[in-house]
């Protein structure tokens, strides 16, 4: 895999959203050019640092196939998605930790409202639902860095990424788009990101 490291160009069609992100990267991040020699492609990352990870700036959705090819040639990338263009995208509630151990024995309801159901009564028709005051649960705390979320016209393509997925609802918090895993269907959820420190992190 060969690259090219181009001084600072905007491409056609391309956004002041793009063109924004990209400044935030020294002109030798920007625009790197890769040749696949096995199929004879060009790819060609919208940052890739010295570290190895190639950030791709997504404004609109994309194809299944796109994303697999993607994820496919960049060993470490990690997706950030314009998330002010998204319909129907609203944070909601902070979340308790979705780790916790006191949490395994239960599942998070695929709502939006923060509630959860035991593991053990997901064989019933219509399993008790559970809020943060019932007495089983309500002595886990919330967390300030998991959120839930509500995206009533979702691009399902990004809930099947691999990598990292950063959403970019604008101002100075980041969120990076997460799973639980759930035998009733996994729970999506948010961890929120200073900018300034995810941006930070790939110039050391």
Known sequence: MESNSPLLRFYPGETPWHR???????????????????????HRA??????????????????????RSREAFYPNLVWILNGKKFKGF???KSLPDVDDPRLSAYEFCHSDHLS??????????????????HPEIKGIPLTSYYYSFCWKHPHR??????CPIIVDLGGHFLYQLKQRRQLSGDYAYLHIIPRKSFIEQYLR
């Open 116 to 133: 959860m159901i035991r593991k053990s009564d997901l064989i019933q028709d219509k399993p008790k639902i559970l809020n943060f005051y």
């Open 157 to 162: 393509v990004w809930f099947e990424a691999k």
């Open 20 to 42: 924004n992100w990209k400044k935030a990267f020294p002109p030798a991040f920007r625009e790197v050019s890769f040749v696949d020699a096995t199929f004879g492609e060009l």
């Open 90 to 92: 609203r944070v909601l």
């Open 46 to 67: 919208d940052v890739h640092t010295p570290c190895g990870t190639t950030l791709e700036f997504q404004n609109s959705p994309i194809s299944m196939e796109e994303l």
